[in-house]
């Protein structure tokens, strides 16, 4: 079973305010086991244009990973704090403003 403990649509613009994005991450709580040993499932993703720039997500059978564009990379999940800091960073990097 899961329960919904994070869930988060917005529409980000860029400093210079020349590009918009959306942003959307999604966390549940769920029981711990082999495929989610910290009991949590989650996506962030960032588009533009209908393209990825960025997303995170830990489905089975992949487990962690990050998506850049269309490249697909291993992601090593640290917990939520840190989740939240990679994301903040990446969205930061591609240079759009993010505020919680």
Known sequence: MADLIFHQKVSLIDKLKK??????????????????????????WLSENGKTVFGFDNHKPKGPHLHVGERELGYLFR??????????????????????
Do not use: C, N, Q
Not at 19 to 44: C, H, N, Q
């Open 19 to 44: 590009r918009s994005a959306i942003f959307e991450m999604v966390v549940w709580k769920i029981p711990k086991g082999t495929d989610y040993p910290d009991g949590l499932k989650y996506r962030a």
């Open 79 to 100: 917990g939520y704090d840190e989740l939240m800091r990679d994301i903040r960073k990446m969205i930061e990097k591609e240079g759009f403003i993010y505020e919680t």
